[in-house]
């Protein structure tokens, strides 16, 4: 066994011997969904104030509104009832960090993990490789403030999403835990 598998057994445990919320209902409690990264110093129950069952919260590398985000926030309003949504990026995102042809010459040469130093992405191995990157939109990201505006606009234009939604845009600070506005956003998404 592996020692983060048998981290995460024991961790499970200890939470399971307590556990007091097998009643809460599927639908979440104060009625919105959070689409945001994966990032692991992204807490967003932390930084939004949650407890479980409060909101749904959709993950992706950069918080992208990509189709399953889509899927994912469309399901949340139609059958488990939220009225609004928050697009949420952060600051020093590693979708920043590389474009789409990077990421498939990477995959072309090599499916071992990559590394990065001052003068860009590099393979540590050779091969085998796959081209099958190249036909995915791997939705990187050039200004977060941008990306934000971009994925409301796209959420709020999606015609399996109702005008009366509200989305709103925001970028999380890393260094400070500060929510910030991206008003173009949030304007877009009234």
């Known amino acids: 066994m592996s020692t983060i598998l048998n981290e995460v057994l024991m961790a499970n445990r200890g939470y399971a011997a307590d ?3 097998g009643d809460l209902p599927m639908p979440p409690g ?8 994966m990032d692991a110093r992204l807490d967003p129950a932390k930084y939004a104030g949650l407890s479980e069952g409060d909101a749904h919260v959709i993950r992706n590398a950069g918080g992208r509104a990509s189709d399953d985000a889509i899927r994912s926030l469309v399901i949340s309003y ?12 952060h600051t020093d ?8 042809d990077i990421m498939r010459d990477l995959l ?13 992405w590099h393979d540590c191995c050779e091969g085998p490789g796959s081209s099958e990157g190249k036909y995915i939109d791997w ?14 606009v796209r959420i709020k234009s999606h015609p399996l999403v109702p005008a009366e939604i509200p989305v709103y845009g925001y970028i999380y600070d890393v260094k400070s835990g500060r ?3 991206v008003p173009e956003a949030t304007t877009a998404g009234s």
């Open 19 to 21: 556990f007091d919320k």
């Open 30 to 37: 104060r009625h919105f969904a959070i689409l945001t990264c």
């Open 78 to 89: 139609k059958l488990l009832g939220t009225r609004e949504w928050f697009v949420i990026h």
């Open 93 to 100: 995102c590693g979708m920043e960090t590389f474009t789409d």
């Open 108 to 120: 072309c040469s090599s499916l071992k993990t990559a590394s990065i130093d001052a003068d860009g």
């Open 139 to 152: 939705l990187t990201i050039k200004d977060q403030a941008q990306s934000v505006l971009e994925d409301v």
């Open 179 to 181: 929510l910030i506005e």
